[in-house]
């Protein structure tokens, strides 16, 4: 393998990831609000009001969120709070899973 094919190896695996980092719709929403439950998906316990895109007071309760289920100014719900909260740290995390 070339040195330029082991340079864009890494490139090619990095570039989506930062797409999707570029794609996500400003918002407000607030990551102390979700729980990432153990199969990935997020939870709302209780109730939540954010802003996203071009979708103002958007208000969730109690509520589960998966890929392709919802979409909120212009986006899907699910990428966004894994771009606002996957790694953020201020997420809960969430035991056994809660009913939809």
């Not at 990095?14 to 439950?37: E, G, H, K, Y």
């Not at 958007?58 to 990428?79: C, H, Q, Y």
Request: aromatic share 4%; charged share 20%; net charge negative.
């Amino acid at each position: 393998m070339s040195g330029k094919a082991l340079l864009a190896a890494p490139m090619a695996v990095l570039l989506p990831l930062v797409a999707l980092a570029d794609d996500i719709v400003p918002n407000s929403i607030d990551c102390t609000a979700f729980a990432r439950l153990p199969d990935g998906s997020w939870r709302v316990d209780g109730t939540t009001t954010f802003d996203a895109g071009a979708a103002t007071a958007v208000t969730l309760s109690n509520k589960n969120i998966r890929p392709g289920t919802m979409d909120v100014g212009g986006a899907d719900l699910f990428d966004v709070i894994e771009a606002e909260c996957g790694n953020s740290g201020q997420a809960k995390r969430s035991g056994p899973l809660s009913p939809p």
